[in-house]
């Protein structure tokens, strides 16, 4: 997607990175099908502070400032006809951060950004118009060799690289298709220094020196043709693609550089490269097309002045009017062929590095064309996170549960499928399809791709015009209330440089779609009904040209043993036996491929059958209750509520019921571990519900075992329910202890209640499902039951190994039997809450539960137990689904800075 410099630089500390992200998850709203009220919402419009100013002081002219002081709330007014209220609302890292826009006298705009935590200083200058696909016709790669040549500049400084590596920092730079972007960190102390230094490598006459040194240009040239791995499966597949599309596409070039087309090619035509390369930085280097960003706790003020010396830097050439709107191609060639290939992957399964590559990868490549010139389009962003939702959601009807139900793609997130843009661009925008596969899946590939064809056609069933594809608007608007909810409200951490400097290519800098403030540009308000109504058109015109498998490339990935497997598996496949003399060859990577007709749809017999099938196995979308209408801000306890006493014990026949506590979101108290998120309140929160019973804490190993068993049937039958609720940000967790069973729940103060309710009438339900369904226990759910207890680190090898055997041989009966025990063992329950949930809906929810719950209950009175304390019951919980970060929901990149947005 970029070519990077791999230049050697000191070990790049980025701190600003997000870890500790679970395993993806998406929706499925389909499977809803109770009414509960959603709780209270309101809608509020965002009223930015921003300030335009006027200044001459060193090298700045226009100054236009758009901040958020720190610990300062910015005013959220009520819209439409919601009620006023007279609350505010903290935005994300809107009291660390405080940001400022600046437009230098030769053009170039910059954001300073003074973050008061950051641990090191960054910075990144992005230049839009210079990037792959401004390479001169009879050059490829100038545009990846300037980069190089920048980075080697700096005259009078020294070398850059080597000079912030001695202070532990790091630099480096890459080359995307429509712009190019160099960054770099350091220590605080040394930033000002490092922007000084950073600015000589832009400096015209600098670069001029470098472009007319022939030895700097050869050692540049060989480290270009280095980058180049053609053992590297992404590699190979880019440039296997690049041959199958037009050739007079811009896409189809060699772009990335090398030996060849660098030095021996030019000499052969008698073409001077550091001639080319400097009219390059002087033609497309435009300072009026450069974004600069710095991070640093230093004040604005500061920031301001340091910045200054770039206004003498990039070309001095007057850019010329009228430049020419790129037009791209059409992708695909138009000779009525359908274009798909089997690619071979020589590493064997044993030599894989990582998970994935235990598995084939389908990818369909699709050509866009959205044109990003007016203010209000739509973009891939936009486009492919609403696809993401559609295609990568899990429960009944979805892509991802037929494709499992046939064991033909990997269980987990890695059987999601993905949508990606390897290219994003105005006017053209590449867009991927990605599955994984087994290689059940890999030899019914022409199945797989069946299936896929046909879930797009179930959007046309379900539209209210049969062949428009049209997408309920609702629905569309709720796709845009997810991505703010995960890409923003809930964002782990802010946008660094490099994304804030790529996205000012795109969205501008200030304004409220702009970058250079705490505003949310990459998805427009669910709210802004123009917005949603562009968005609806972009998804049935996207719709209908995937539904058109000619508009389509379409690459399978194989490796020797799914080849070999292949044989045993299909009777009619037409790929070429090993070894490889039948194969093609892709010349850039040697990359071995074959054609494979894996859209024969018609002619055989299964593909037929399954299609037919599908018809009522596959349904589009649906709205999903669970997700609030609106994200309300978060609260704080009025003094009323103050009157409790922890614990609040509730009035009750039998058993003991209460409240421990309630920890508000202006608590710091260290309760239950939550996912990462912002420091600012929000309108997260977690409740936990703790059942007293001794029975846990007395379980000989044949109780143990079957409760164990008992929990993973339950997970299997919350599954649906557990999906559902996953892009609301709802996850739950049920552990026993020996206080008895906890019972977690994390979601928004506005859905958790009613997520909470229809977790519990599920788990009081369970035992009587279980009993009057199979005796016979799924191998799987056996397994993972056996697997868990493996995983124990409270068990004895002894224990582990009785527990697993009388697993093996257990019934659901007997693990039905265990489960009514155990909540007749049950003398009542406590529980405490955190963040955005109120003392008075705690304790309401609390009541609803036992209410719930009483039915099942033993009848006595008294604990029997131990009552536990807060800290007994407030260790780290499993969330299921594994959903609770924003890297979790389908196209989650697309969106999250936390999730690698931008690649390096």
């Known amino acids: 997607q970029a070519f990077g410099c791999k230049r050697s630089f000191a070990r790049q500390r980025l701190f600003s990175q997000f870890s500790g992200c679970n395993a993806a998850s998406n929706d499925d709203a ?79 705009r910059c954001v300073l950004v003074s973050e008061r935590t950051a641990r090191q200083s960054t910075a990144c200058l992005s230049i839009g118009g210079a990037g792959q696909f401004s390479d001169s016709v009879d050059l490829n790669g100038n545009a990846h060799c300037m980069e190089h040549v920048v980075l080697s500049s700096g005259s009078g400084f020294g070398d850059f690289d080597d000079w912030i590596s001695s202070y532990d920092g790091y630099s480096n730079g890459f080359t995307a298709f429509e712009k190019v972007c160099f960054h770099f960190g350091c220590p605080n102390e040394v930033l000002q220094e490092a922007l000084e230094r950073f600015a000589m490598l832009f400096m015209e006459k ?48 060699f772009s990335a550089g090398n030996i060849e087309t660098l030095e021996l090619s030019p000499e052969r035509n008698n073409i001077d490269v550091g001639s080319k390369l400097f009219e390059f930085f002087k033609t497309k280097y435009l300072p009026e097309k450069a974004v600069l960003v710095v991070i640093s706790p230093t004040d604005l003020k500061t920031l301001e002045t340091w910045v200054a010396p770039f206004a003498q830097t990039l070309s001095q050439t007057k850019p010329s009017s009228g430049e020419a709107k790129r037009v791209f191609p059409r992708l695909t060639l138009s000779n009525g062929k359908l274009s798909s290939v089997c690619m071979l992957r020589q590493n064997p399964i044993g030599t894989r590095q990582y998970p994935s590559d235990s598995y084939e990868t389908l990818s369909i490549y699709f050509g866009l064309s959205l044109d990003y010139s007016d203010q209000n389009a739509v973009t891939g962003t936009q486009l492919g996170f609403a696809l993401s939702q559609m295609f990568g959601r899990r429960g009944p009807g979805s892509l991802y549960k037929l494709l499992q139900q046939r064991k033909w793609s990997p269980i987990g997130s890695k059987g999601v499928p993905s949508i990606s843009f390897p290219v994003d661009v105005s006017g053209f925008q590449l867009m991927k399809f990605q599955l994984f596969l087994t290689q059940d899946g890999f030899a019914n590939r022409s199945s797989v791709i ?21 997408v309920n608007r609702k629905l569309v608007a709720q796709y845009l209330r997810i991505g703010q909810l995960y890409g923003w409200l809930l964002a782990p951490r802010p946008p660094d440089a490099v994304e804030l400097a ?10 409220q779609k702009g970058v250079g403030g705490n505003n949310w540009y990459r998805l427009p308000l669910p709210q802004n009904a123009v917005a949603v109504a562009n968005l609806q058109k972009s998804l049935s015109d996207t719709l209908r040209l995937m539904n058109d498998p000619f508009q389509s490339i379409a690459v399978v990935t194989a490796s ?121 309140p929000n309108c997260r929160c977690a409740f936990v519900l703790q059942l007293l019973s001794k029975r846990p804490a007395r379980a000989k190993t044949l109780q143990a075992a079957h409760a164990e068993l008992w929990k993973t049937t339950l997970e299997l039958e919350l599954a649906d329910l557990a999906e559902l609720g996953s892009p609301a940000s709802l996850a739950y967790e049920i552990s026993f202890n020996k206080y008895g069973m906890r019972i977690c729940f994390l979601g928004l103060s506005q859905n958790i209640g009613p997520y909470a309710r229809r977790v519990v009438r599920k788990v009081v339900d369970h035992q009587t499902k279980l009993l009057e369904g199979p005796q016979k226990l799924p191998r799987s759910l056996v397994d993972a039951s056996i697997n868990s207890v493996k995983q124990s680190r409270q068990l004895s090898s002894r224990r582990k190994i009785e527990s697993i055997a009388i697993m093996r041989d257990t019934s659901a009966t007997e693990a039905a039997v265990e489960a009514i025990a155990f909540f007749k063992s049950c003398r009542g329950g406590v529980c405490y809450s955190q963040g955005d949930l109120l003392p008075q809906e705690t304790r309401g929810l609390l009541i609803d539960l036992r209410t719930i719950l009483e039915p099942v209950l033993g009848k006595g009175t008294g604990t029997g137990v131990g009552l536990p304390a807060i800290d007994d019951i407030q260790y780290r919980a499993n969330w299921v689904p594994r959903s609770a970060s924003s890297c979790s929901i389908a196209g989650a990149k697309l969106i999250s800075d936390a999730c690698g947005r931008i690649p390096r």
């Open 30 to 108: 389909s499977s809803a099908t109770e009414s509960e009220e959603d709780g209270e919402f309101r809608l509020y419009r965002f009223q930015g502070c921003s300030d335009i100013v006027a200044s001459r002081r060193g090298f700045l002219v226009v100054s236009s400032v758009t901040t958020c002081a720190l610990g300062t709330l910015s005013r959220w007014l009520p819209f439409s006809s919601s009620p006023k209220i007279g609350s505010t609302e903290i935005l994300p890292f809107s009291t660390l951060r405080r940001y400022k826009s600046v437009q230098l006298s030769n053009g170039m």
């Open 206 to 253: 600098n670069v001029e020196d470098v472009c007319n040194d022939k030895a700097i240009l050869k050692r540049e040239t060989r480290r270009i043709n280095s980058e180049l791995d053609p053992k590297d499966e992404f590699a190979k597949e880019m440039y296997l693609v690049k041959s199958l599309i037009n050739p007079q596409h811009q896409y189809s070039r």
């Open 450 to 470: 069946a299936a896929v064809y046909d879930a797009i056609r179930s959007f046309e069933a379900s539209s209210v015009s049969k062949s428009n594809f049209e």
């Open 502 to 511: 790529f996205d000012a290519q795109v969205y501008g800098v200030s304004g």
């Open 560 to 680: 020797p043993q799914s080849i070999t497997a292949l044989r045993t598996k299909s009777f009619d496949d037409n790929l070429p036996l090993l070894p490889l003399s039948k194969w093609n060859i892709e010349p850039v990577t040697g990359a071995k491929y074959a054609f494979d007709d894996m859209f024969r749809l018609s002619g055989r017999l299964k593909e037929w059958i399954l299609a037919r099938s599908m018809e009522d196995e596959l349904q589009p979308p649906s709205l999903n209750p669970l997700i609030p209408r609106f994200f309300r801000p978060a609260r704080t306890p009025k003094k009323i509520d103050e009157i409790y006493q922890y614990p609040s014990v509730l009035q009750s026949d039998g058993g003991y019921w209460a409240v421990l506590g309630v920890a508000s979101v202006t608590e710091k108290k260290n309760l239950l571990p939550l996912p990462l998120t912002a420091p600012e």
